[in-house]
T-cell receptor
C-alpha cells in the first residue's frame, strides 16, 4: 500500500525566512506521480505541482522550489523569502500508475504560519 | 469558469438522517472522486468514478453511496448519518482516468452530525 508521511505538523516562521516542508513517500510501483497542494485559510485546495517518478530534476517556480529524490523517497518543498500569504496547510500526495484510475493518497499536511 | 461546484457549503444533520451532497463539474472530466478531510488525517478517498455508470470504493466507503448517471454530476449520499461522519467533504475531478492528472477540487462541504 502507498503511504505519504509529512512529519512536520506545524511550522512557524517570520516573514522573509526560507522554509522547507518535508514529504516522504512509500510505494511499490516504479511509475508514480507526486503532487503538492495548498489549502489556504479559506479552505479550498489549490494544485501546486506534479512530478513523475522518472523525472528527478528539481523545479523552481518563483519563490517555490521542489527537490525530488528517489533514493530517499522524498519530495520536499521549499519556499524562499516566505510571505504572510504563504500561510496555509500544505499537502503532499502520491498517485500510483497501476490500474486505470487516479487515487490520491495524501499526507496529513503541514500547517505553515508566516508572521510579520 | 465554474470548475467543480459543491452544494451545500454547510449542513447540520441529526444522527440517523439521510442527505445528499451535490457535486457538479463543467470541464467534461472523466474522473470524479469524493474525499473527506478530518483533523490530523489529511484527505481520505471515499468513492470515485472513472466515467458515467462506473463507480468504485476508495479507502473509507462505509456509510456512503454514490452514483454517476452523467459525466457532470457525482452526488454523495449519506444513508443514515452518524457523528463519525462529521467532516469536511471535498469533491474533485480530473481529465481522463490516468493517475498523472492533477485533480481539481471544489470548495468543500462542512458537515456536522449531532
Amino acid at each position: 500500500a502507498q503511504k505519504v508521511t509529512q512529519a512536520q505538523t506545524e511550522i512557524s516562521v517570520v516573514e522573509k525566512e526560507d522554509v522547507t516542508l518535508d514529504c516522504v513517500y512509500e510505494t511499490r510501483d516504479t511509475t508514480y506521480y507526486l503532487f503538492w497542494y495548498k489549502q489556504p485559510p479559506s479552505g479550498e485546495l489549490v494544485f501546486l505541482i506534479r512530478r513523475n517518478s522518472f523525472d528527478e530534476q528539481n523545479e523552481i517556480s518563483g519563490r517555490y522550489s521542489w527537490n525530488f529524490q528517489k533514493s530517499t523517497s522524498s519530495f520536499n518543498f521549499t519556499i524562499t523569502a516566505s510571505q504572510v500569504v504563504d500561510s496555509a496547510v500544505y499537502f503532499c500526495a502520491l498517485s500510483e500508475a497501476t490500474g486505470t484510475a487516479s487515487k490520491l493518497t495524501f499526507g496529513t499536511g503541514t500547517r505553515l504560519q508566516v508572521t510579520l | 469558469n465554474a470548475g467543480v461546484t459543491q452544494t451545500p457549503k454547510f449542513q447540520v444533520l441529526k444522527t440517523g438522517q439521510s442527505m445528499t451532497l451535490q457535486c457538479a463539474q463543467d470541464m467534461n472530466h472523466e474522473y470524479m472522486s469524493w474525499y473527506r478531510q478530518d483533523p490530523g488525517m489529511g484527505l481520505r478517498l471515499i468513492h470515485y468514478s472513472v466515467g458515467a455508470g462506473i463507480t468504485d470504493q476508495g479507502e473509507v466507503p462505509n456509510g456512503y453511496n454514490v452514483s454517476r448517471s452523467t459525466t457532470e454530476d457525482f452526488p454523495l449520499r449519506l444513508l443514515s448519518a452518524a457523528p463519525s461522519q462529521t467532516s469536511v467533504y471535498f469533491c474533485a475531478s480530473s481529465y481522463g482516468r490516468h493517475s498523472n492528472q492533477p485533480q481539481h477540487f471544489g470548495d468543500g462541504t462542512r458537515l456536522s452530525i449531532l
